[in-house]
């Protein structure tokens, strides 16, 4: 019962916020694309900083099982 | 009275609202600028001071701009003809207002006995003066300010610099010197221990005693000022210049007091707040305190509101171009619009500086400010 | 009537205090997004490096929000001090999204950036990186409000003339927040800012790694930068030639003055790639074309055209002519507000009541201008263009050259080895600068392009300023230019010493940096400062 009341609560949310989208992306197509566009800008940059850090680690542990089996 | 009529004196309230809200907020940090080298004598004290209000000064100040922006929407003639016709003045605000931010935020970060001590100087100014010019702009309102408009509405100002400096004027100014001193005070007492502690404590006390006295005499002379009446007018919540009204001068300031007897609480607000506030400080309670001083604040621009209703900005050298909350307000549309982003806005601002000032609550201490590479 | 030297002295203040103001901006709102982007690393992954680098940028961010915050002050108060008649002419339009500024933006922003600083010990770490991603939309939306009303200055959207009330009202709310000026602006500038602080960031991380210091923050900040760089600069520019299509529409002389268009030519249109625009003999000295591409450019097409600067300059005769019955029967009403056959003539004139505003610089009385006077005035409504081309070309050589660096650099920091690849490490050293002169441009492209008129095609600038005498507005200016001296000068230094210093290098970590205060108030509750009123 919980889970669906957060369900219902969740699906509305959904629906006020593609209305408002909608309404904004008539009007001002442009501010939604800055909103579409900022997100997008950071959420690239901060996985390309997560991608490093996963791409270190896979050569930490590649070079360790190599070279020695435990530091 | 129609919607716009009722529009515009709800944007006469709003704007009292704000500039009570710039009075208390800015107003105490300004008073703890203006006070740093009295309540904190060595650099790490001076710091203690500046790091109280450190992580809200920065929010306080949006008061200020957002007072200017709301006299620009909601009373563009009032914004454009006080702005240019108290242009020294102004200046003197603004120079001193912007060495703020950056005295705040670069003071602390060299560990150099000359540039703390310039940067302490830059402070004291920067708190000191724009509070003598809020108040004595505030003053001069009640001699009137020379100034008229052309047929195309430009206006002139005939008046020099000096003569805004009236002693009315001064007085007003060191009126409200002393409140935000006695506001920054409390607000030291609430963050600090020790020697400031006591400093801020006593200091409370004398400002608070300044301003009751200056307030009374503010109120007697006030009441000997000439008045100034709408004589006639197009009408209430018409689109309307002042070139189409007539004023006539003469009787008292405080005439809407008589008309309205219980406008007299708001002067008894101010001196019951000024007052109590100095009791508080006596006994320690900082905190009881400084909301007394924010209901004297309120109750002083209260009252200054209320004798001027319905003139925002006398002309002195032609009456009848005084400006008034009916003659120089924004055309109705926008009112509203404005009315309806501060009710959703307002609300929210006060709620998250709330929120902000009970996150940072609590004491600073010498020990955290000489060891945290943030604090200011 | 306003003393010409006085307008020159306003408008050179002006100039310099905004340009000096948008030295900051830009960067605040890059870096703030950017400060959101490493700490919701630091959020999502937990790892303690992004910790470090959003308090190490947050350090520098603040250096330079400072400065932001002290110059807006000036510009807010600008308007009124020294164009007291602009402010009361359009305040019912202008002076609402800068109140709307304040309101919803800019107390965000400043409230919370208190926080974000004072709040790492305080705060859960999700509560911090809400508040930091609330400083970031704060201060963009900041930037949204004022270019809404930078946009009604470049194209009056929403609003008319009254001339009962002699000032402009709003007519309608959504036409003025949606109009495509406003719109186009906003998004071109905000994300002009995003490249500034990414080229920033580049640079600084890219210091550090010519000189094998902070290796970890320096490599993963500058990896965040120039992926946030690349998009970013790829925005910018696709949203420039967006905005150059608006303005051919709203402010075709401002299009003339950035592509030194003298004569009106067919379709298609040839490109003045350089030139040497003269314009008391209203034509380039000198210019490399390239056929067609000006219709492409501009208008998406190659059958397209837009008007040159002769074919304005006779249109702004027509419309002075035009606008001179309006003035004049603004003047009558302005005695008699009921002169009802002044309220015809106006009604018929009213469109082009600014155009006879123009042409009273020389004729104070309308009733006796004379054809010379008409075409001079018209002369003035085209904008300085050498200025405007020049800036424009500059502008779009700098972004074109942030865009080349950002492809080159994501592409070696994707691979893994920009620290290997040094020279383009001192490229992104030397590249600075760049972005802040790009913006510089643009803002010169944006104003200048903007002249004669403060709001475009209804109010001249001349007419805007107060009326102060030449000694004020000297002694104003020389006050600001002598303390913004001094503030530029702290903060250069302050900026590169904070650069030099670096984070610390223990790390900054969680547990070994001390309380900044304790994290609990030492005395019994109620603890809280005058801010219990929602607790309570």
């Known amino acids: 019962m919980r889970s669906f009341l957060y369900f219902v609560l969740f699906l509305l949310l959904a629906i006020i916020v593609t209305v408002l989208a909608a309404i904004l992306g008539n009007e001002g197509a442009w501010y939604f694309a800055w909103l579409i566009g900022t997100t997008m800008i950071v959420l690239v940059s901060a996985a390309g900083g997560a991608m490093l850090d996963a791409h270190e680690e896979h050569l930490a542990q590649s070079q360790s099982g190599e070279q020695r089996p435990q530091s | 009275m129609n919607t716009f009529a009722i529009a515009q004196v709800i944007w006469w309230v709003l704007l009292g609202v704000l500039l009570m809200g710039l009075a208390v907020m800015v107003g105490m940090d300004m008073g703890v600028g203006a006070i740093l080298r009295y309540v904190g004598r060595t650099d790490t004290e001076r710091r203690v001071a500046l790091n109280i209000i450190g992580p809200h ?51 602390s970060r060299i560990d150099n006995p000359a540039w703390r001590n310039v940067w302490d100087w830059a402070l004291v100014v920067s708190g000191a003066v724009p509070m003598i010019v809020f108040g004595a702009a505030f003053g001069n309102l009640f001699h009137g300010v020379p100034f008229h408009f052309d047929w195309d509405m430009t206006s002139y100002y005939t008046g020099s610099f000096l003569s805004l400096l009236n002693p009315f004027a001064v007085m007003a100014g060191v009126l409200s010197l002393s409140l935000s001193a006695m506001m920054g005070s409390l607000t030291v007492m609430s963050g600090a221990e020790g020697a400031p502690y006591q400093r801020a404590r006593a200091l409370a006390q004398i400002a608070g005693l300044v301003a009751i006295a200056l307030f009374a005499i503010g109120g007697f002379w006030v009441h000997a000022l000439p008045g100034y009446q709408l004589l006639s007018v197009p009408g209430l919540g018409v689109p309307q210049t002042p070139l189409q009204q007539t004023v006539g001068v003469g009787g008292s300031w405080l005439q809407n007091f008589g008309t309205h007897p219980l406008l007299w609480l708001a002067p008894l607000l101010g001196f019951t707040g000024m007052l109590g506030a100095v009791f508080a400080a006596r006994a320690g309670r900082s905190h009881l305190g400084w909301w007394l001083g924010a209901g004297a604040w309120i109750g002083v621009i209260g009252s200054a509101g209320a004798a001027l209703f319905p003139f925002m900005l006398p002309s002195s050298s032609d009456p009848s171009m005084s400006l008034t909350v009916w003659n120089s307000s924004s055309s109705e549309l926008t009112l509203l619009w404005m009315i309806g982003f501060a009710a959703v806005f307002v609300p929210l601002i006060l709620w998250y500086t709330s929120w902000a000032f ?6 600073v201490t010498e020990d955290a400010v000489v060891h945290d590479e943030h604090a200011y | 009537m306003i003393n010409g ?18 030295l900051f901006v830009p960067l605040t709102l890059g870096l703030s997004f950017l400060l959101a982007a490493m700490e919701t690393v630091y959020v999502t992954t937990g790892k303690p490096i992004y ?74 770490k999700g509560q911090h990186l809400a508040v930091t991603w609330l400083v970031a939309l704060g201060s963009n939306l900041s930037a949204l409000w004022i270019l809404v009303a930078n946009g009604f200055m470049q194209n009056p959207k929403g609003a008319a003339f ?13 036409q003025l927040i949606f109009s495509p000026d406003a719109q186009s602006k906003f998004v071109h500038t905000s994300i002009a800012g995003y490249v500034t602080g990414a080229v920033f960031v580049a640079g600084v991380s890219a210091f550090y790694m010519l000189r094998k210091r902070h290796m970890d923050l320096a490599k993963r900040s500058f990896r965040i930068a120039v992926l946030f760089g690349v998009l970013a600069t790829i925005g910018v520019v696709t949203l420039g030639d967006a905005l150059g299509f608006v303005d051919a529409k ?25 030139a040497i625009p003269e314009q008391s003999e209203q034509r380039n000295i000198d210019a490399v074309q390239v056929p067609a591409v000006l219709s492409l450019l501009v208008t998406h097409s190659l059958t397209g055209t837009v008007p040159a600067i002769d074919t304005l300059e006779k249109r702004a005769e027509q419309r002075i002519e035009n606008g001179i019955p309006a003035v004049e029967a603004l003047k009558a009403l302005s005695h008699d507000p009921q002169d009802a056959s002044a309220m015809a003539q106006f009604d018929a004139h ?43 070309r500059a502008m779009v050589g700098m972004g074109l050259l942030m865009l080349a660096f950002f492809v080159l650099a994501t592409l070696y920091s994707l691979r893994d080895r920009i620290q290997k690849k040094t020279w383009i490490l001192k490229v992104a050293v030397w590249m600075i600068p760049v972005p802040f002169l790009a913006d510089e441009a643009g803002w010169l492209v944006a104003e200048l392009g903007r002249q004669p008129w403060t709001v475009y095609g209804v109010l001249p600038t001349w007419m805007s300023a107060s009326t102060h005498s030449v000694g004020y507005m000297a002694f104003s200016l020389i006050g600001f230019v002598a303390l913004y001296s001094v503030f530029i000068a702290v903060e250069m230094y302050l900026m590169v010493r904070a650069i030099r210093l670096g984070p610390p290098e223990h790390g ?29």
């Open chain 2, 57 to 107: 000064w920065d929010g306080n100040q949006v008061w200020f701009i957002l007072g200017g922006g709301a006299i620009f929407a909601a009373f563009p003639l009032i914004y454009a003809t006080a702005f240019s016709g108290f242009y020294v003045v102004m200046l003197l605000l603004l120079w001193t207002m912007i060495m703020r931010p950056i005295g705040f935020e670069y003071r």
């Open chain 3, 250 to 274: 709203a402010q075709p002389t401002k299009l003339a003055a950035m592509e030194g268009l003298w004569r009106s030519e067919p379709a298609p249109m040839p490109f003045n790639v350089i």
């Open chain 3, 508 to 536: 900054g970590g969680d547990a070994e940096r001390p309380l900044s205060r304790p994290t609990l108030a030492p005395r019994p509750v109620p603890a809280a400062p005058y801010g219990t009123k929602l607790e309570g």
């Open chain 3, 51 to 124: 910790k470090q680098m959003a308090m190490f940028w947050s350090r520098l961010f603040m250096i330079n929000f400072a400065l932001g915050v002290a110059t807006g002050l000036t510009m807010e108060f600008q308007f009124g001090t020294n164009w007291s008649f602009y402010s009361s002419f359009v305040g019912d339009i202008f002076g609402a999204p800068l109140a709307i500024e304040g309101l919803m933006a800019f107390f965000m922003e400043s409230t919370f950036v208190g926080l974000m600083v004072f709040g790492w010990q305080r705060l859960s």
């Open chain 3, 350 to 392: 009213k469109a082009d009541l600014g155009y006879g505003f123009l042409v009273q610089r020389y004729a104070p009385h309308l009733s006796e201008v004379t054809p010379s006077e008409i075409q001079k005035a018209a002369k003035d409504s085209i904008p300085p263009v050498a200025a405007v081309f020049w800036s424009f």
């Open chain 3, 162 to 174: 009254d001339p009962i009330t002699m000032r402009m009202h709003l007519t309608s709310f959504q």
């Open chain 3, 5 to 22: 030297t006085v307008v020159d002295l306003s408008r050179i203040q002006f100039a310099a205090t905004a340009l000096y103001h948008f």
């Open chain 2, 358 to 363: 009970w996150v940072m609550r609590g004491k």
